[in-house]
Structure formats: structure tokens, C-alpha cells
């Protein structure tokens, strides 16, 4: 079974800033099927990237995906109050249709 | 538009059972494979199961199986969960969540059911 490890937890960052995320593999994962979501408190997740690197519909281009192999990364360019939420990577597992989600990082204003 | 409600949440027993909907609306629903994904509180994401678009194959994750399964019924666009030998560990927020295949990733999700399994 493959394990997604994020990292940091939480990012400490104020408006405007740089964000950037990172989801590590146990194992070569297809760039395929690496998707990344946001979710904000008492909401549900929303896809933000699928693919590794594409976009999700009606998502801004200050998120961007990319990544290969064991080592994805999302970065957020310049942040906005409303991108301070928790975002998980995903990707399809071993078994078939399984999916396993990353613990999460924690983005919140400095 | 495309939206997914889940429905049946509540406070049950351990060792009792519970049964979660999920109704679909806005897109054809026999064409997609659908998840169950929970979220127990203060935790991340927990992937539960899923089921191909036409019912034909099912898995689950190992801290379910045998004990949920996971149904549907595509003439009434309608995804079900039925747990059964609830654990207070099966606490969650409960989402049901399509599958874009073309993508691949869960494009739509519901707002979630949480299920409180307690004493």
C-alpha cells in the first residue's frame, strides 16, 4: 500500500506569500493519478488539481501542481484570505479503485 | 446543477447499524463510479469504498471490510452505505463523492453525514 506523507503540517504564511506544499510517496506513483484538494472548516473537500498539474474547473492560476515519481508539490503563488485552509494530495492506490489521501497540511495566516 | 446529499447520520450504539444515502442529481449517474470518504473529528480524509459505475465491482478499505457495504441503486440515482457492527472508531463525517474517471480524481463532493457511534 502506498503512503502520501505531507508536509509541513501547518504553514505559517501571511497574504500575499508564497505557499508551498509537499506530498511524498512510499512508492512511484503515476502523475496521473495525483490529485490535490483544498477544505476549509465544516466543508467539504474541493479538487483544486488532478493529474498532478492540471487545474480543476473555476480553479485560479496562483494554484498550480507538479511532480513526478515520489515527489509532488503544490504551490499556491500569492495567497489569498480565502486560500488559508487544509489541503490533502490523493492518489488511485494499488488496489483497484482504492484511494489513500495524505494527512493534510495546515496553511493559516501568520 | 451536479449535487450529491447525503443523508442518514445519527447518533447509534456500538455494535448496532446504520445505513447512509447519498442522492445524485445534475448528471448522469449510471455513467460514474462513486466513493464513500470519511473524516473523523479533528482528523484528515479516510478513503471507505467505492463502486464502479454499473454496481459490477466493489472494494474497501481494510478497516471496513466485512463489516459496510457499499450499494446502488441507478434508477433512483442513489449511493447507500450500509454499516454494519458500528465502533466508536467509525465516528466521522461521512462524504459520498463522484469519480470523474476522465480526470482521474473526486470532482463533486456532498456536504457530508456524520455518524456518532457512542453509548
Known amino acids: 500500500e502506498i503512503v502520501l506523507t505531507q508536509s509541513p503540517g501547518t504553514l505559517s504564511l501571511s497574504p500575499g506569500e508564497r505557499a508551498t506544499l509537499s506530498c511524498r510517496a512510499s512508492?512511484?506513483?503515476?502523475?496521473?493519478?495525483l490529485a490535490w484538494y483544498q477544505q476549509k472548516p465544516g466543508q467539504a473537500p474541493r479538487l483544486l488539481i488532478y493529474g498532478a498539474s492540471s487545474r480543476a474547473t473555476g480553479i485560479p492560476d496562483r494554484f498550480s501542481g507538479s511532480g513526478s515519481g515520489t515527489d509532488f508539490t503544490l504551490t499556491i503563488s500569492r495567497l489569498e484570505p480565502e486560500d488559508f485552509a487544509v489541503y490533502y494530495c490523493q492518489q488511485y492506490g494499488s488496489s483497484l479503485g482504492g484511494l489513500t489521501f495524505g494527512g493534510g497540511t495546515k496553511v493559516e495566516i501568520k | 446543477q451536479v449535487q450529491l446529499v447525503e443523508s442518514g447520520g445519527g447518533v447509534v450504539q456500538p455494535g448496532r447499524s446504520l445505513r447512509l444515502s447519498c442522492a445524485a442529481s445534475g448528471f448522469t449517474f449510471s455513467s460514474y463510479g462513486m466513493h464513500w470518504v470519511r473524516q473523523a473529528p479533528g482528523k484528515g480524509l479516510e478513503w471507505v469504498a467505492v463502486?464502479?459505475?454499473?454496481?459490477?465491482?466493489?472494494y474497501y478499505a481494510d478497516s471496513v471490510k466485512g463489516r459496510f457495504t457499499i450499494s446502488r441503486d441507478n434508477s433512483k440515482n442513489t449511493l447507500y452505505l450500509q454499516m454494519n457492527s458500528l465502533r466508536a472508531e467509525d465516528t466521522a463525517v461521512y462524504y459520498c463523492?463522484?469519480?470523474?474517471?476522465?480526470?482521474?480524481?473526486?470532482?463533486?463532493w456532498g456536504q457530508g453525514t456524520t455518524v456518532t457511534v457512542s453509548s
Open positions: 463523492a463522484r469519480d470523474s474517471a476522465q480526470l482521474p480524481a473526486l470532482d463533486v
Open positions: 512508492q512511484s506513483v503515476s502523475s496521473s493519478y
Open positions: 463502486i464502479w459505475y454499473d454496481g459490477s465491482n466493489k
